[in-house]
């Protein structure tokens, strides 16, 4: 144990959560709280969106997968690109045509309350379970740094985070993301120079030792019969499928998303902070990709064995090989991801169970006590993110389940949001009936079938939108919303 690596962790967590607390006097209504006042300028959104879409899950295991395979997942990253554009001409327009707080109000100005709510519990329930595996893998780093219990290192982690975020809401969110995601790409770049000088030879030498064994392969255009097909997860066509789906949906349909681009003063703003993250995110994933391919590099030199858990990789070689200072540093860097992802969840869970539930369904109160509220909402997810945190322990590798479970979960939703936006005749018993079909799919897909994840988004957003076409023939509601376009 570094008494100056821990000095400097400690000061962090000690500094950012004093930050975030400077933003509560800012807070005066549910408008300051959820959107930040709407005067969050594009680019602190674009690389808080980068935050959010990171997370810790991004820091510790996409290491992991290049040190295990190549840098096929960029292909995933080329989809994010696809769904901007989607995002952009599609679901920006109708977000800046009201006064919206939630994603989920989209769907009661088109469809109805019921389905209002019924998508919105399904982000709070997709939510809780992704964010729990993320509160998670914030335990493997703390573990390794202190050696303490991961019940200890999950509840230290999310009270921390709870404090900045209780007091600033979504202001507090968006800028502690700013400087977060400034540490941790800052402390990614020094672990490479470090990994660097570790490797007798330096670059030169990673190339000419994984270039051969196709450690630095992007693309994988090749086609097979469908049983093969759909079940390889890293190819050309799941990644661009896939990623344009999955992103689709995360950042057009959950509220963790849409609140930010909802910050934003202007549609036109919205958009340029959208395009500006994807910018930052290809950079950033070909960072910690390449990482991985020189820790490969860095153990095959020395006849090393990799840690059993392939997602300590990253975190060992930190507390292991950089000087002291520089590992605590890094080390922030790392928990600066996971605090920023988890601060975004907690505002973005408050927001969805207030606007969404309480508030439609209570009377009229001041904007005072529905701050009040708001902040006692925040308290109970963080409550409810540790007993996930801890029951995640046991569902495997955190990267896989993270984007799994999410997948299974956006197909329906997206599905049920493009029958919003893109017909007219569909009403809101065919849409409710369509997203439930679909989610009874893709659970047994997931349970059922060897089908990859990055195939799920796909599968569950076809079905739905056809379900409900179809339903839309049996049940021939009268159309009580307006169309969303």
Request: net charge positive; with cysteine.
């Amino acid at each position: 144990m570094r008494w100056a690596d821990l000095g400097v962790i400690v000061l962090y967590l000690a500094g950012i959560t004093w930050f975030g607390t400077r933003f509560r006097n800012s807070q005066k209504t549910l408008k300051d709280y959820f959107l930040g006042g709407r005067t969050v300028p594009w680019w602190a959104i674009a690389l808080s969106i980068v935050s959010a879409e990171t997370s810790i899950l991004t820091v510790i295991s996409t290491p992991a997968f290049s040190f295990q395979d190549n840098l096929g997942f960029l292909q995933v990253v080329f989809g994010y690109l696809l769904a901007r554009i989607v995002i952009s001409a599609l679901f920006l327009p109708a977000y800046f045509r009201g006064e919206m707080y939630t994603a989920y109000e989209l769907m009661r100005v088109r469809f109805g309350n019921r389905i209002r709510r019924l998508t919105a519990g399904t982000f709070l329930v997709l939510r809780a379970l992704a964010e729990g595996v993320r509160v998670f893998a914030i335990s493997i780093v703390i573990s390794i740094i202190l050696g303490t219990g991961e019940v200890t290192s999950i509840v230290v982690i999310v009270c921390l985070t709870l404090i900045y975020t209780y007091e600033g809401g979504l202001t507090a969110v968006i800028w502690t993301d700013v400087v977060q995601m400034i540490l941790y790409v800052i402390g990614a770049v020094l672990s490479f120079h470090v990994l660097l000088h570790e490797i007798p030879g330096g670059w030169a030498h990673v190339v000419d030792v994984a270039g051969p064994l196709g450690k630095f392969q992007v693309f994988d255009f090749r086609l097979a019969p469908p049983a093969i097909f759909f079940t390889r997860t890293y190819s050309f066509w799941a990644g661009l499928i896939g990623g344009c789906l999955l992103t689709t949906a995360s950042h057009g349909t959950e509220q963790l998303m849409v609140q930010r681009l909802l910050a934003a003063p202007t549609e036109g703003q919205s958009r340029a902070a959208l395009f500006a993250s994807w910018v930052v995110i290809v950079i950033q994933f070909t960072l910690f990709l390449v990482i991985g391919v020189c820790l490969f590099v860095l153990y095959s030199d020395n006849h090393a064995t990799p840690p059993a858990v392939k997602d300590q990789i990253y975190p060992l070689f930190i507390w292991q090989h950089l000087p002291t200072g520089v590992a605590g540093l890094v080390i922030a860097a790392i928990l600066a991801a996971a605090m920023s992802n988890l601060s975004a969840a907690l505002n973005s869970l408050a927001s969805t169970t207030v606007m969404d539930f309480l508030k439609p369904l209570s009377r009229p109160a001041s904007d005072a006590t529905w701050l009040g509220r708001a902040r006692y909402a925040t308290v109970l997810w963080g409550a409810i993110l540790v007993g996930v945190g801890l029951v995640a322990r046991h569902w495997g590798s955190v990267m896989q389940a993270g984007l799994s479970i999410a997948s299974i979960i956006y197909g329906s939703l997206l599905g049920v949001f493009l029958l919003g936006l893109l017909t007219k005749r569909v009403g809101e018993i065919a849409a409710m009936c369509a997203m439930a079909s679909g989610l009874a799919l893709m659970l047994y897909i997931r349970f059922f079938t060897p089908i990859a994840w990055t195939w799920y988004v796909l599968i569950g957003s076809s079905a739905t939108f056809a379900i409900g076409l179809a339903a839309s023939y049996v049940f021939r509601e009268k159309h009580s919303g307006t169309n969303a376009c």
